[in-house]
């Protein structure tokens, strides 16, 4: 009886198992073979939608539709949303491209030449009138016609907002806005410095050396082989919410330039005491520690007087102050050929010395020795070192 009840016992696991695996919904045969992996194509997410190149054409650059979602053109449309980047950009540079006293009258010198306008106009909107040719293949001898889509708002105000972040329809940004009320396309070129280069780099024909030329001031520097951009420096992050669920940072539109960031000043002199009527013998050591280009830069005829200056404590003169001037000087006439160049390349350094001659009069007591930059009477204060009179 043993060997039959051990039988039974085996059948009967045997239908336990079986039974157990129906009741689970199992199937007893093979399973069927694994549907085979998707492809990488199957699982990759649907590429971005490109970025229109933004002066592929050159400049002026045509707009001719208000894209859905915008009001206008006009930089005021985008101070609704955007009045962080506006506060900042509407006292810059940019904004008084057209406007600016000084280019104003560079351009009148200049006489009918519209080399200068696609820059400092760089829509076709803003333009009155448009180079319809140039007698004789010159520059300075444009054949003007009327421009039907002239718009005296936007030219007004110069490098507006359109100018970078509008092509066709389509609005560039540097980020994606899902909530936005118009379509925003992310544009990597927007923080290359190849945009910066539309225009602060420019080649005159027959030149020996390129018009402006920041640009290609900034490549040869170390900037450029750590890969800082002019972004980095010109329009550097700043906090203020631009549009609701940003995080807090934009970059700042004021395109700031302060030679205080570029140049440092150094002194040295035989003794912290100076004394009425005994000449004094000063040595300035001047550095370009913070400009990935030489300083000044772009425009030619930019020039920096760097003035040291001897006061008393009633800060007055005790001696005349003396100078020396950062500056390129080419022809006054086409194609600007230079003839010298004083200025400071990125990472350069000059010295200079100097001799007061304090006078007698001066007021006793504690003074300063002031190195300060001079440009367009404006006064940048670089360094100032404490002395006694005596």
Same mark, same amino acid.
Request: contains cysteine; glycine residues 8%; neutral net charge.
């Given at each position: 009886?043993?060997?039959?009840?051990?039988?039974?016992?085996?059948? %009967?696991?045997?239908?336990?198992?079986?039974?157990?695996?129906?009741a689970?919904?199992?199937?007893?045969?093979?399973?069927?073979?694994?549907?085979?992996?998707?492809?990488?194509a199957?699982?990759?997410?649907?590429?971005?939608?490109?970025?229109?190149?933004?002066?592929?054409?050159?400049?002026?650059?045509?707009?001719?539709t208000?894209?859905? +979602?915008?009001?206008? %053109?006009?930089?005021?449309?985008?101070?609704?949303?955007?009045?962080?980047?506006?506060?900042?950009? /509407?006292?810059?540079?940019?904004? /008084?491209?057209?406007?600016?006293?000084?280019y104003?009258?560079?351009?009148r010198?200049?006489?009918?030449?519209?080399?200068?306008?696609?820059?400092?106009?760089p829509? *076709?909107?803003?333009?009155?009138?448009?180079?319809?040719?140039?007698v004789?293949?010159?520059?300075?001898?444009?054949?003007?016609?009327?421009?039907?889509?002239?718009?005296?708002?936007?030219?007004?105000?110069?490098?507006?907002?359109v100018?970078c972040?509008l092509?066709?329809? *389509?609005?560039?940004g540097?980020?994606?806005?899902?909530?936005?009320p118009?379509?925003?396309?992310?544009?990597?070129?927007?923080?290359?410095?190849?945009?910066?280069? *539309?225009?602060?780099q420019l080649?005159?024909?027959?030149?020996d050396?390129?018009?402006?030329?920041t640009? +290609?001031?900034?490549?040869?520097s170390?900037?450029?082989?750590?890969k800082?951009?002019?972004?980095?420096?010109?329009?550097?992050?700043?906090?203020?919410?631009?549009?609701?669920?940003?995080? +807090?940072?934009?970059?700042?539109h004021?395109?700031?330039?302060?030679?205080?960031?570029?140049?440092?000043?150094?002194?040295?002199l035989?003794?912290?005491?100076?004394?009425?009527?005994?000449?004094?013998?000063?040595?300035?050591?001047?550095?370009? *520690?913070?400009?990935?280009h030489s300083?000044?830069?772009g425009?030619?005829?930019?020039?920096?007087?760097?003035?040291?200056?001897?006061l008393?404590?009633?800060?007055?003169?005790?001696?005349?102050?003396?100078?020396?001037?950062?500056?390129?000087?080419?022809?006054?006439?086409?194609?600007?050929?230079?003839?010298?160049?004083?200025?400071?390349?990125?990472?350069?350094s000059?010295?200079?010395?100097?001799?007061?001659?304090?006078?007698?009069?001066?007021?006793?007591?504690a003074?300063?020795?002031?190195?300060?930059?001079?440009?367009?009477?404006?006064?940048?204060?670089?360094?100032?070192? +404490? /002395?006694?009179?005596?």
């Amino acid at each position: 009886m043993a060997p039959l009840r051990k039988l039974l016992l085996l059948l %009967l696991c045997a239908l336990a198992a079986v039974g157990i695996a129906v009741a689970r919904g199992k199937k007893t045969e093979e399973a069927p073979p694994a549907p085979p992996a998707p492809t990488e194509a199957e699982v990759a997410p649907s590429p971005a939608p490109s970025a229109p190149a933004l002066f592929a054409e050159g400049l002026p650059v045509v707009l001719s539709t208000v894209p859905p +979602g915008l009001p206008s %053109l006009s930089a005021q449309g985008c101070n609704g949303c955007h009045y962080a980047a506006h506060d900042t950009w /509407i006292g810059s540079q940019h904004a /008084i491209a057209w406007k600016d006293p000084v280019y104003q009258a560079a351009l009148r010198s200049a006489g009918g030449s519209t080399a200068c306008l696609g820059c400092h106009l760089p829509l *076709t909107n803003q333009h009155a009138e448009l180079a319809a040719g140039y007698v004789d293949g010159d520059l300075s001898r444009p054949r003007l016609a009327p421009n039907p889509s002239y718009d005296a708002t936007l030219q007004s105000e110069g490098v507006t907002c359109v100018a970078c972040h509008l092509r066709g329809d *389509t609005i560039l940004g540097t980020r994606e806005s899902p909530n936005a009320p118009h379509a925003v396309v992310v544009s990597a070129e927007l923080t290359q410095p190849e945009l910066c280069a *539309t225009c602060h780099q420019l080649s005159w024909p027959e030149g020996d050396r390129p018009y402006y030329d920041t640009y +290609g001031e900034w490549s040869a520097s170390s900037y450029a082989a750590a890969k800082v951009t002019c972004q980095m420096c010109h329009m550097a992050p700043t906090t203020g919410i631009s549009v609701p669920g940003s995080d +807090g940072t934009l970059p700042a539109h004021t395109f700031s330039a302060d030679v205080r960031r570029a140049l440092s000043a150094l002194i040295r002199l035989p003794s912290p005491v100076v004394r009425r009527g005994q000449p004094l013998a000063v040595h300035l050591t001047l550095q370009n *520690t913070g400009a990935g280009h030489s300083v000044p830069t772009g425009n030619p005829f930019k020039k920096y007087r760097v003035e040291v200056a001897l006061l008393d404590s009633a800060r007055k003169d005790l001696a005349p102050p003396q100078s020396l001037t950062l500056a390129r000087t080419v022809e006054t006439t086409p194609p600007y050929r230079t003839t010298a160049d004083h200025r400071l390349a990125a990472g350069a350094s000059m010295e200079a010395d100097f001799s007061f001659n304090p006078s007698a009069k001066g007021a006793l007591g504690a003074g300063s020795l002031v190195v300060r930059v001079v440009h367009n009477e404006q006064v940048t204060v670089l360094s100032e070192v +404490g /002395i006694e009179v005596r």
